[in-house]
């Protein structure tokens, strides 16, 4: 017998200064069976950095030709592809293809190593951004992880803070590939 996704809920107050985008999202996520709590946090960190009302979660793992969350126009074409992790250049060559946005947030081990290999043949991709996660900020982010979680994410001037009643983390993004036209001094995503 196949297991069963784990649904979680989380209700995310985003308040970014940055970008004057205010709103409360209630999400429906669902962590596949061999999706650990520290991924499914930065998807929803993810979430956060890129609200907007068209932005939804993919079936990701489940489903290769989708990503983690994507935010589709009203035609269906797709505006933003975001991914999470290390994918390979090939799936970051389709995406590239199919979207007018493509973000990548890189966490886990040693995302730099994963980056450095793909960084000359993903050059020319005009329309892709990595963002690099600090391993301590995944790491507190995973614990606050629950099956119904009431979140906060609020950025300023280029600092982001995710917190729940009881913890805050502070994250910096470090960019190992920006897109032209975002801001070069920020260290996240615009």
Same mark, same amino acid.
């Given at each position: ?18 970008? $004057? ?46 990503? &983690? ?5 009203? /035609? ?11 994918? &390979? ?13 493509? /973000? ?15 960084? &000359?043949?993903? =050059?020319?991709?005009? $329309? ?13 982010? =995973?614990?606050?992880? &629950?099956? /119904? ?7 300023? =001037? ?9 913890? /805050? ?22």
């Amino acid at each position: 017998m196949a297991l069963k996704a784990t649904i979680c809920k989380a209700s995310l107050q985003v308040s970014d200064m940055d970008r $004057n985008y205010y709103a409360e999202h209630a999400l429906t996520v669902a962590r596949h069976p061999s999706e650990t709590d520290e991924r499914m946090m930065v998807r929803i960190l993810a979430f956060a950095l890129n609200a907007h009302e068209h932005l939804a979660f993919g079936k990701g793992l489940s489903d290769t030709d989708e990503p &983690d969350l994507w935010q589709k126009d009203l /035609t269906g074409s797709i505006e933003h592809w975001i991914e999470v992790g290390q994918p &390979d250049e090939k799936r970051m060559r389709r995406a590239c293809g199919r979207a007018n946005r493509v /973000t990548v947030y890189a966490y886990g081990n040693r995302p730099e190593l994963w980056w450095k290999p793909l960084a &000359d043949q993903l =050059e020319r991709a005009k $329309n892709l951004a990595v963002w690099r996660i600090p391993p301590a900020a995944v790491l507190s982010l =995973e614990k606050l992880a &629950d099956r /119904t979680m009431q979140l906060q994410c609020k950025v300023q =001037e280029g600092q982001l803070y995710f917190s729940n009643a009881t913890e /805050t983390v502070q994250i910096e993004l470090e960019a190992l590939k920006g897109v032209p036209g975002e801001a070069s001094q920020m260290r996240r995503p615009m």
